[in-house]
């Protein structure tokens, strides 16, 4: 997954995961990124207005679910406030005040 964001031209978010015999099929595609300030976060922003664990990316196949993690200053997509919402290429993502916009690289 990745981002772009007006401080730099592409971040990825996450870590590379390779495709394990134990874990078969599709599963290997699966994965969680959390988004926020904290030093846990694997998409990590330095601004006081965007929460310790602002949200979530879940990855199940194709499919990646943006989830607000009850941050103060909210989760928008594409100008709409959400809780849940399912992204798509060219997207664009608001966490408080920092602007991304999601793009898929094949």
Aim: glycine fraction near 10%; proline fraction near 1%.
């Amino acid at each position: 997954m990745d981002f772009r964001h007006e401080h730099s031209r592409t971040t990825t978010v996450g870590r590379q995961r390779r495709r394990s015999a134990a874990r078969g099929g599709n599963r290997s595609r699966d994965r969680t990124d959390h988004i926020g300030r904290g030093l846990n976060a694997d998409l990590r922003f330095e601004d006081q207005r965007v929460s310790r664990t602002h949200a979530i990316l879940v990855r199940h196949g194709r499919t990646i679910r943006l989830l607000d993690n009850r941050s103060a200053h909210g989760t928008f997509l594409n100008g709409r406030r959400v809780i849940a919402a399912n992204i798509q290429n060219g997207d664009v993502i608001r966490f408080g005040p920092v602007v991304v916009q999601y793009v898929e690289v094949r």
